[in-house]
């Protein structure tokens, strides 16, 4: 039986603006480790060479896991790119952000992000 690989656009369209060289945050949570899965997939297949840091212990893990390069959170003062998920968005484009124990590391890592992508 061969594995084959399902796709994911939601993950997908998370991770396609990623460049090559980038800083890049790891959001936490169900969408966000969907995103992590498919951007391992995209360093695989494209040879990114990139640095990684993560919001919570699990997604640096998890990570880890699928070989993506994490960097230490304390060393990080910008990131190029910031992908995670929200729990709720309403038709003002106003936020709601889960209530888990990542949250400060999730504001501080979406604070030094360039650019952000979230989705709900």
């Known amino acids: 039986m061969s594995e084959q690989r399902v796709a994911d656009p939601l993950a997908e369209a998370a991770v396609a603006e990623i460049q090559n060289g980038m800083l890049v ?40 896991f699928h070989a993506l390069p994490v960097m230490d959170f304390a060393l990080v003062e910008k990131v190029d790119y910031l992908f995670d998920g929200a729990d709720e968005v309403d038709g003002g484009m106003n936020m709601l952000k889960g209530s888990g124990g990542a949250m400060t590391r999730e504001r501080i890592v979406a604070w030094a992000s360039e650019k952000t992508r979230l989705h709900g």
Do not use: Q
């Open 25 to 64: 945050g790891l959001g936490t949570g169900r969408t966000a480790s969907r995103g992590v899965v498919a951007l391992a997939e995209r360093v695989k297949t494209e040879d990114l060479k990139l640095r990684c840091v993560a919001t919570s212990h699990a997604t640096e893990t998890l990570a880890r």
